[in-house]
Antibody, heavy 122, light 108 residues
Framework: QVQLVQSGPEVKKPGSSVRVSCKAS????????FSWVRQAPGQGLEWVGR????????KNGQKFLDRVTISADKVTATVYMEMTSLRSEDTAVYYC???????????????WGLGTLVTVST | SSVLTQPPSVSVAPGMTATITCGGD??????VHWNQQKPGQAPVLVMS???DRPSGIPERFSGSISRNTATLTISRVEVGDEADYYC???????????FGGGTKLTVL
């Protein structure tokens, strides 16, 4: 079955950067849509961006155009989300997700990782 | 508009029917999905493309879409259905994903 295994929790200082990884297993990799979704404490879900590894071009949400880079390593079947210039408001659980169908950006997120807590604090 | 509007909370007694709505412009022509999130857990996709139930989701869950409203209906509600429910839409024009604010379902 499909599994998305994310990297461990991170504690970062304001202004620094963080990179969260997500290793996929149990299916093919290149043609699926991988998205990152975050959830601040006690808040709702927010889409950060996505990538289709076969195309190797990420697409970010409006709020994250300048600070987030989403990339993929087809050899290790791992997706990465890097966020720069961190601020306290970026404290959240970051989830990696995968689409149900290949090449379908409109698809729901059929698979979710367990989440990675990123804490931004002095 | 790029806003999805959900009621903050819905309460229902066990065995009854829960209806959770999601309002937005022209939802009838968009890809609408529903996610269930229980406390401390990652979300789970419970309805896809408005009315397509993923494998493993009970038949008690159903969905529909009218012009500007998507609806998730849970029949014969159980205590285990208590969770936050989020609608999700892919905005093809802007090519990005939107989430509703979430609805907390309480089973009394």
């Amino acid at each position: 079955q499909v599994q998305l295994v994310q990297s461990g929790p991170e504690v970062k200082k304001p202004g620094s950067s963080v990179r969260v990884s997500c290793k996929a297993s149990g299916g093919t990799f290149d043609n699926y849509v991988f998205s990152w979704v975050r959830q601040a404490p006690g808040q709702g879900l927010e889409w950060v961006g996505r990538i289709i590894p076969a195309f190797d071009i990420g697409k970010n949400g409006q709020k994250f155009l300048d600070r987030v880079t989403i990339s993929a390593d087809k050899v290790t079947a791992t997706v990465y989300m890097e966020m720069t210039s961190l601020r306290s408001e970026d404290t959240a659980v970051y989830y990696c997700t995968r689409s149900r169908s290949e090449m379908t950006t409109s698809d729901g997120f059929a698979y979710w990782g367990l989440g990675t807590l990123v804490t931004v604090s002095t | 508009s790029s806003v999805l509007t959900q009621p903050p909370s819905v309460s229902v007694a066990p065995g009854m029917t829960a209806t959770i709505t999601c309002g937005g412009d022209n939802l009838g022509v968009k890809a609408v999905h529903w996610n269930q999130q229980k406390p401390g857990q990652a979300p789970v996709l419970v309805m896809s493309y408005g009315s397509d139930r993923p494998s493993g989701i009970p038949e008690r869950f159903s969905g529909s879409i009218s012009r500007n409203t998507a609806t998730l209906t849970i029949s014969r509600v159980e205590v285990g259905d208590e969770a936050d429910y989020y609608c999700q839409v892919w905005d093809s024009g802007a090519d990005h994903v939107l989430f509703g604010g979430g609805t907390k379902l309480t089973v009394l």
